[in-house]
């Protein structure tokens, strides 16, 4: 019997062709089907820098495999690179992937280079993958809608190109609601988001939890408010990759933890409480 991962029904990533494909949020279990079959196939493979790079073990071992990385303050392969480098392979024959992190088309420029793909003629498929602010979410055991707490959520970016805030968003509306917000790549804007939300009406004791590393051993949630949230990053020292989580569904009371991170000492669940003592002691 055959697996369905090599099940010939699934479709095929042809030579000349490239898909645009979501690696998820960090943990391999959570590629899709779609996904590890393109990965094996491919003759190249351009990935992000936040991907986990075990998953590009499932590469065939001629694969050429370049990292395209793009992360805030270091870019090094510039967006019209990456459409040269997806469209000049096609045009040599090879089968492509663009492996990027989470979903390609969640504040991953899967739009644009699914553009560029189709006005140079290359054919393409996109391959959703489980992005931060439901799958991360959900590792950290807060849901994304809960009864109890929101009949709605709002996904934003912490900053455009060049690290300012999105110049187009309604602050205003978005502090008046009590619907949740989850802002990605928010960490270094925190000290922005924050400032704009409460000058605009947004309760500060509203419940704010921090993701860090979603579904990786090194992951740490930190149950905040929204008053407090700044400083109490700085002292967790909470890096990047984070999602802002800021709403009810960020209270722990409605959380329900479950998984647990193995790697080391500093992946934990912290609160201020917590904080307040390790800087007292």
């Known amino acids: 019997m055959h697996s369905l991962a090599h099940s010939t029904t699934l479709p095929q990533l042809e030579a000349g062709s490239v898909w645009l494909v979501g690696a998820g949020p960090g943990d391999p279990g959570l590629l899709t089907l779609h996904a590890v079959g393109a990965i094996r196939a491919a003759d190249l493979v351009l990935y992000d820098a936040l991907i986990n790079t075990e998953i590009l073990s499932e590469a065939r071992r001629n694969a050429r495999l ?19 480098l997806m469209i000049e392979g096609a045009r040599d024959g090879l089968r492509v992937v663009r492996l990027k992190g989470g979903d390609p088309c969640m504040f991953g420029r899967g739009g644009e280079e699914a553009a560029a793909l189709r006005d140079a003629g290359i054919p393409f498929r996109i391959v959703p993958g489980v992005t931060a602010g439901i799958g991360g979410l959900a590792y950290a055991g807060i849901a994304a809608t809960h009864r109890d707490a929101n009949a709605a959520v709002t996904f934003l970016t912490g900053h455009q190109t060049g690290g300012a805030l999105p110049g ?20 270094s804007a925190l000290d922005r988001v924050v400032p704009a939300l409460l000058s605009h ?38 890096d990047a990759p984070a999602l802002i989580v800021i709403g009810r569904i960020a209270d722990p009371a409605l959380a329900t933890p ?3 991170p193995q790697q080391d000492e500093h992946a934990a669940r912290i609160t201020d409480r917590s904080l307040l003592a390790a800087f007292t002691a």
């Open 168 to 187: 187009d968003l309604d602050w205003d509306a978005l502090a008046r609601s009590d619907n949740a917000l989850v802002v990605y790549m928010g960490v």
């Open 66 to 84: 370049v990292c395209v990385g793009r992360r805030k303050g270091n870019a090094p392969t510039t967006q019209d690179e990456i459409a040269r």
């Open 258 to 260: 479950w998984f647990e």
């Open 201 to 238: 009406g947004r309760d500060a004791a509203t419940p704010v939890a921090i993701v860090a590393h979603a579904t990786t051993p090194s992951q740490r949630v930190l149950n905040t408010t929204l008053g407090e949230a700044v400083l109490a990053a700085r002292r967790a020292k909470i």
